[in-house]
């Protein structure tokens, strides 16, 4: 298996944790009583798509990274379901909103790519 030595090098990874931290920052402004709700929801869901990366990268197969990732990518669709939530509640303005919900996006498609490029590798059953 031709892998990078680390996750770190990958750059889907170098992202999501860059937008991980940026969703850690705005949170911050959410209503204190949104502390165990959305605030607790969106960051647990931003922090599980590097963590899938990463643990994803460090197992023996090509199959268990890609399962890791499909598992990442279920983690974006929550991110986005949470921002979603967070404008229309107005804990996010429109313009904040539409950078970090870009930023989820193109790290989608990142995550999908590198997705389906393992899975061709991975041994079919």
Do not use: C
């Amino acid at each position: 298996m031709g892998r990078m030595p680390s996750h770190r090098d990958l750059v889907v990874w170098q992202r999501s944790m860059a937008l991980a931290r940026r969703i850690y920052q705005v949170s911050e402004h959410f209503p204190p009583r949104e502390v165990y709700g959305l605030t607790s929801q969106l960051r647990r869901a931003a922090l599980s798509i590097p963590a899938n990366i990463a643990e994803g990268h460090g197992r023996r197969t090509e199959g268990m990274f890609a399962q890791h990732l499909d598992i990442a990518l279920g983690s974006v669709a929550e991110v986005d379901t949470f921002l979603q939530m967070a404008a229309d509640l107005a804990y996010l303005n429109p313009d904040l909103h539409r950078e970090l919900a870009a930023e989820l996006e193109e790290i989608r498609r990142m995550v999908y790519a590198l997705y389906r490029k393992i899975k061709a590798q991975a041994p079919k059953r």
